[in-house]
């Protein structure tokens, strides 16, 4: 019945920018938090950024003023725009959606979402 996708990866030099899109189908309404998570080879997958239903948002600090992140209305596109690539931020994205009312004010974890895209890749070169 859900279906998120991921799109907008590639490959791009330092100081680049992307922009991540999430497409999100049949997402409950009660769903309220989405997010975005990246994950590197043979590393723990971690939290990029997060959105509830009211605009809030949460960044993990090494993106702080370099990416962000926003939605439309109907939980239906998710967006992560990031600008100032850096190499340390090549990873496997991911999109997730958490079905509870409201995301976490200030922790980014992985184990909180319960539906997750299939990921799309950014390789940053320097």
């Known amino acids: 019945q859900v279906q998120l996708v991921e799109s907008g990866g590639g490959s791009v030099q330092a100081g680049g920018s992307l922009r991540l899109s999430c497409a999100a189908w049949r997402i409950p309404v009660n769903w309220r938090c989405l997010g975005w998570f990246r994950q590197r080879s043979e590393k723990e997958r971690e939290g990029v950024a997060t959105?509830?239903?009211?605009?809030?948002?949460l960044y993990t600090d090494s993106v702080k003023d370099r990416f962000t992140v926003s939605k439309v209305a109907g939980n239906n596109t998710l967006y992560l725009q990031m600008n100032n690539l850096e190499p340390e931020d090549t990873a496997m994205y991911y999109c997730?959606?958490?079905?509870?009312?409201?995301?976490?004010?200030?922790?980014?974890?992985?184990?909180?979402?319960?539906?997750w895209g299939q990921g799309t890749q950014v390789t940053v070169s320097s």
């Open positions: 959105i509830d239903y009211r605009g809030l948002t």
């Open positions: 997730a959606a958490r079905s509870e009312r409201f995301c976490s004010p200030n922790t980014l974890n992985p184990g909180d979402f319960n539906f």
